[in-house]
């Protein structure tokens, strides 16, 4: 009986940590952010509760358009990270040698050796009008003056993908070092081409990687602050911005709490979507990976 509550109580010191820094960190700062959103100022320090915010943003066709436009595009990112990442973490995993592997996913932890400001700020010395491809494009003669390349679409989507790709890279070679090399051989030797052993094997096996990738990508995209403002500049249209410029430039605290709300929930919906259309469940892609 005292070995089963010492044990019981062991249990319980080494998940209080974990209990107190979800709790303290994300469950009550997300209900803080929730009673914000529901505030509605009528005077001066003067607050009556309900659903006039989210009616606003509802009726702001920017705010809106601004949110689809997040969504869509760290669609695309998600979309291009997987199909950069699936390559590299299926060498990583099932092609690559023992002794490499370690170095290989060591390269692929540099970028996070340091910040999303150095990061982002090393793509506008590269692309920048008098950046280095600039120069080096007048300097061989394929352009004839520098040209431009921040500020767009394209140069935020490739930061984005730069920064969250390893995030893809990671599930996925967790997911395929446990494929049995046997199944490869089994699906060859029944005549399955290089194609048909990718799709009837190699995906479906590693579809809880991809979906676990995904999640994280997506989320981490959509919740960009920093690289979509310093890349796409006075162009760029993320809803982070939209968050942060109702917090501090207009001090409406009730309005960006109630965009970060609608940023979780529509994020989620994206989600939960995406499970459904690939037939996964997050508890089993999360104990799978």
């Keep these: 009986m005292m070995g089963r509550d010492a044990g019981r109580l062991s249990l319980i010191l080494l998940f209080m940590p974990f209990a107190l820094w979800i709790g303290l960190l994300i469950v009550l700062p997300q209900l803080g952010i929730g009673y914000v959103s529901l505030r509605e100022k009528v005077g001066i320090n003067q607050y009556e509760f309900g659903f006039k915010n989210y009616a606003d943003f509802i009726s702001e066709p920017i705010y809106r358009n601004t949110l689809l436009r997040t969504a869509w595009m760290s669609i695309l990112v998600t979309a291009l990270a997987l199909i950069a990442g699936f390559p590299v973490a299926y060498y990583i995993a099932k092609i690559a040698k023992t002794r490499s592997r370690a170095a290989l996913f060591l ?25 280095v491809i600039s120069t080096a494009l007048v300097s061989i003669g394929l352009i004839s003056q520098p040209i431009e390349m921040l500020y767009t679409d394209m140069t935020v989507i490739i930061g984005l993908v730069y920064t969250v790709i390893l995030f893809m890279i990671v599930p996925l070679v ?28 190699i995906v479906p096996y590693a579809m809880p990687g991809i979906v676990a990738g995904s999640i994280i990508t997506f989320m981490l995209t959509a919740g960009s ?3 979509p403002v310093l890349l796409g500049g006075k162009n760029s249209s993320w809803f982070t911005e939209q968050i942060y410029n109702q917090f501090i430039t207009r001090y409406n605290w009730e309005a960006g709490a109630t965009f970060g709300v609608l940023l979780l929930l529509f994020t989620s919906l994206v989600v939960w979507l995406g499970l459904l259309l690939t037939g996964q469940s997050l508890a089993t892609t999360v104990a799978k990976d």
């Design 225 to 227: 602050y920093l690289t």
């Design 107 to 131: 390269m692929c932890l540099i970028p996070l050796w340091v910040s999303d400001l150095v990061r982002a700020y090393g793509w506008i010395v590269l692309l920048r009008e008098t950046g």
């Design 174 to 201: 967790s997911t395929l070092q446990g494929m049995d090399d046997a199944l490869l051989e089994a699906g060859y030797n029944l005549g399955g081409s290089r194609f048909t052993v990718f799709r009837r094997i």
